[in-house]
């Protein structure tokens, strides 16, 4: 059911994907363009919310400053990696197995915050190793994204540079907005009632983003 869902929502489930005004500026951009890359940067991280899905659960029962700087840190470790790996080194992968990795990511966050795997397993896995593999993966989203343009080897560096900077601008926005609405939800008395059924909703947008990647996989337009 939920597949079929994401079958009817594909511009919604790939909301994520660069715009066509956007791809025209990478492709035919020549040399350095630093403020423009951070710009594409930042905007693909507030537009794409199947990175702030994931980090909405990761930061979902975080209530201390440091906590939320570790983990936030431990993704951003992991997605920066990758990211430049995948577009300096060249390293390839299938988008749409990438993608499904990305959204089984949430599924994963919003069941560990409903403490699934104390539940149904009695064991719980190291959740700043499973945020930083994830964040790794989430990378290699950011970079089948730009790999499917022929970009220009001159001013490469400095624009991946830039581009992984403007990210994370992006990220520390989108979260500071998060963190905001969540303080405050926090402080009400129906927070830890309503938790359980947020985390499920979350988990549902999890399984339609998988479901999507996979009908692209296995069904290719």
Known sequence: MLLLVALVWPTVADA?????????????????????????????????????????GVIFFLYKLKDVVLYVSLFTVGH??????????????????VDAIIGFSVVYKAFDNMDGFKRFTGFQPNTRLAVLIFGLFHGFGLATKLQEFALTPQGLVANIVSFNVGVEIGQLLSLTAVLIGLSYW?????FLRHAFVTNTLLMMGGFILVGYQLAGYFMPA
């Not at 660069?18 to 594409?40: C, E, H, T, W």
């Not at 905007?43 to 990175?51: E, Q, R, S």
């Not at 926090?186 to 129906?190: I, K, L, N, P, V």
């Open 16 to 56: 994520h994907n660069v715009s066509k005004r956007d791809a025209a500026f990478v492709q035919s951009n020549k040399g350095a363009a630093i403020a423009p890359f951070m710009y594409l940067g930042a905007k693909h991280m507030v537009t794409g919310y199947d990175h702030l899905l994931f980090l909405v």
């Open 80 to 97: 920066s990696l990758t990211l430049l790996a995948g577009v300096l080194g060249g390293i390839h992968a299938n988008p749409y197995v």
């Open 186 to 190: 926090r402080t009400r008395s129906g």
